[in-house]
């Protein structure tokens, strides 16, 4: 398993800290670890550092954050391998893309846990079970929405989620629906839809959630709020500027169809 950390967080390598290694240096050799382990045959399983739990870690563990024990206790815990990101081959741009958007995702699955965690305390494991049911009743209606739509010409949606609880992120999650050969949502991008999603119920969030089919750059928006997914035209305007290309056309934004509802 790889630890890659971001820009932000590179005080925390033992190696490049004091040396004054730039990161990219830093990347291109995490890059090179990779390529070097794909070669040998090895599978490469990259797991990013998220800088509040690796702190709370090192300190639980009575553990400086920035020394090489504190490092090294982090690269050594066991890991769900569906959890951790597979190398296979991609550039080192690529790859750091990819490390950011994990790192973004495991920073959202620690927030998520924690609201389950508070509600588990106060309601029982019927609030989690409730909202995760919810969760998973949506995207299975996002998925027929994608695998019955007739007037696209690519086989794949992308469903977004962007939440916000007391202003601040709860979960920014984005997933690919195949509707080709491989039909269906990955294992991990499924639980961690439902975990967003679900927290976000029980958090009673606000947000939006939004469909893209194909490349029509037609965008299906629903609104998030008081714990309903509700059809909206105005929902795009809770989400985060996502760097469309001035040159190419601007997504049309339209209330999408019912979906199912907390019961």
């Known amino acids: 398993m790889l630890v890659a950390v971001d820009e932000r967080d590179l005080a925390f390598v033992p190696e490049a800290r004091g040396s004054g290694q730039s990161f990219s240096l830093y990347w291109h050799s995490v890059h090179a670890r990779a390529e070097e382990a794909l070669t040998g045959g090895e599978q490469?399983?990259?797991?990013?550092?998220?800088?509040?739990?690796?702190?709370?870690?090192?300190?639980d563990a009575g553990l400086d954050p920035r020394s090489k024990s504190?490092?090294?206790?982090?690269?050594?815990?066991?890991?769900?391998?569906?959890?951790?990101?597979?190398?296979?081959?991609?550039?080192p741009e690529a790859m750091l893309r990819e490390m950011?958007?994990?790192?973004?995702?495991?920073?959202?699955?620690?927030r998520?846990?924690?609201?389950?965690?508070?509600?588990?305390?106060?309601?029982?494991?019927?609030?989690?079970?409730?909202?995760?049911?919810?969760?998973?009743?949506v995207l299975?209606?996002?998925?027929?929405?994608?695998?019955?739509?007739?007037s696209s010409t690519a086989a794949y949606g992308l469903v977004t989620l962007v939440a916000k609880a007391a202003g601040l992120e709860l979960g920014a999650y984005s997933l690919a629906v195949e509707a080709g050969p491989k039909q269906g949502v990955q294992d991990r991008d499924r639980e961690r839809f439902a975990a967003a999603l679900g927290a976000s119920l029980i958090a009673g969030a606000k947000g939006v959630l939004t469909l893209?089919?194909?490349?029509?750059?037609?965008?299906?928006?629903?609104?998030?709020?008081?714990?309903?997914?509700?059809?909206?035209?105005?929902?795009?305007?809770?989400?985060?500027?996502?760097?469309?290309?001035a040159l190419q056309p601007q997504p049309v934004y339209v209330p999408g169809p019912s979906l199912p509802q907390p019961i």
Not at 100 to 110: G, L, P, Y
Not at 140 to 150: F, Q, R, S, T
Request: aromatic residues 10%; negative net charge; contains cysteine.
């Open 44 to 59: 490469p399983l990259l797991a990013p550092l998220v800088d509040f739990a690796y702190i709370r870690a090192c300190n």
């Open 70 to 91: 504190g490092f090294d206790a982090y690269a050594g815990r066991l890991h769900p391998v569906d959890e951790l990101w597979p190398f296979a081959g991609e550039s």
């Open 100 to 110: 950011r958007r994990e790192q973004s995702a495991w920073a959202m699955m620690i």
């Open 112 to 137: 998520c846990q924690k609201v389950f965690g508070a509600a588990h305390s106060r309601f029982g494991p019927q609030a989690e079970a409730w909202a995760r049911d919810c969760s998973t009743r």
């Open 140 to 150: 299975h209606a996002l998925i027929d929405e994608v695998h019955g739509d007739a």
């Open 212 to 245: 893209e089919i194909g490349d029509a750059r037609r965008v299906q928006v629903w609104k998030l709020a008081d714990q309903r997914l509700t059809p909206s035209e105005h929902g795009q305007l809770l989400l985060e500027p996502d760097g469309h290309d």
